[in-house]
């Protein structure tokens, strides 16, 4: 009689570890999974040492980026047409190059031209002769803020209406890069995706840096990131229409510097765990937690995925490869 206690005591033992197991799932399942959107950006100043290996991970590629000058004009620096041409001869049969536009120092020049309705319009046929010349697959808006002040929401959606009508009857993408802070009031996130969503193919959520770390020092979690995805679908953006960004660089509210490449990381610590999002007081995503969040994107019908930035990975060869994890995560 002890024994069948005692068996029927660990069968239950069992089932309850399975549950628990289970419920504790950071990836909610949906009926349907799809491959996603793998994309990445990558800064001018990383093109002459981003190995190859890195491109064939992707399915998009962010060239970061060009900003308008003091006077609002659109202008593309030789150095930014060499980087172009290297870019096009790494982008295999099948794969998309982007041109971003902005950047975090550029919303002041951005303002500039946006106000003004004539160098608005010459800045849009610029941007439609830049495409043609270069035979790009679409443009990625980065407008963010600029000495603490936020993006004009009137001018952020009239700008990116303009593009798009430009852009798209000739077969081009649009996309635009947004933060997920502030969340709430005039300046909210949230809303200014809803003024531009109608206007965009996608959203790369930009769920990274200090605005995305929580009170342990992690970097955007997966908790935070569900948390941000939905936000957007509540007011109004289709998941579909949603890329998630995620990190390849380490960030601290304490330390200094408060931002360490990822590459540096592992020269840190050689023997790095998958697991590990940790580091002394800096917070970043591990493979491990890169992995779920793919998953996560592939089982709620997400857009996809999009790494700032390519450069501060290792090699794709290596196993500690952070867009290699991903594409794997993605097959």
């Not at 006077?71 to 047409?81: I, P, R, Y």
């Not at 941007?127 to 035979?135: K, P, Y």
């Amino acid at each position: 009689m002890k024994k069948i206690f005692f068996l029927l005591l660990g069968v239950v033992a069992i089932i309850i570890g399975c549950s628990k197991t289970k419920n504790e799932s950071v990836v909610s399942l949906a009926t349907n999974d799809s491959s996603v959107m793998i994309s990445g950006y990558v800064p001018g100043y990383r093109i002459a040492t981003l190995d190859t290996s890195n491109y064939a991970c992707v399915n998009r590629v962010n060239y970061f980026s060009l900003m308008p000058d003091v006077t609002g004009a659109f202008q593309l620096l030789s150095v930014d047409s060499s980087n172009l041409v290297t870019l096009k001869s790494q982008i295999k049969a099948g794969q998309q190059l982007f041109v971003t536009l902005g950047g975090a120092s550029a919303g002041g020049n951005l303002t500039t031209m946006a106000k003004d309705t004539v160098k608005r319009s010459a800045y849009v046929n610029a941007v439609v002769a830049l495409c043609q010349q270069w035979n790009v697959k679409g443009i990625d808006m980065d407008w963010e803020i600029f000495n603490g002040v936020q993006p004009d929401s009137a001018l952020f959606g009239q700008l990116h209406r303009q593009l798009y009508a430009a852009l798209h009857p000739l077969g081009y993408m649009l996309t635009t890069a947004i933060g997920v802070a502030p969340t709430s009031g005039a300046t909210s996130k949230y809303l200014l995706a809803k003024n531009v969503v109608a206007s965009v193919d996608a959203i790369n959520v930009m769920a990274y840096g200090p605005n995305a770390m929580d009170s342990y020092g992690n970097q955007a979690t997966m908790l935070q990131v569900q948390n941000y995805l939905s936000m957007f679908v509540a007011n109004g953006v289709p998941a579909g229409k949603l890329i998630l960004g995620v990190p390849f660089y380490l960030n601290s509210k304490t330390a200094t510097p408060t931002a360490q490449l990822y590459s540096w990381l592992v020269t840190q610590a050689p023997n790095l765990d998958s697991a590990s999002n940790t580091y002394q007081a800096y917070g970043y995503n591990g493979i491990k937690l890169l992995q779920d969040k793919v998953k996560f994107v592939r089982h709620n019908g997400y857009g996809g995925i999009v790494a700032w930035e390519m450069g501060q990975d290792v090699v794709a060869t290596s196993p500690y490869s952070l867009i290699r994890s991903i594409k794997t995560a993605n097959q």
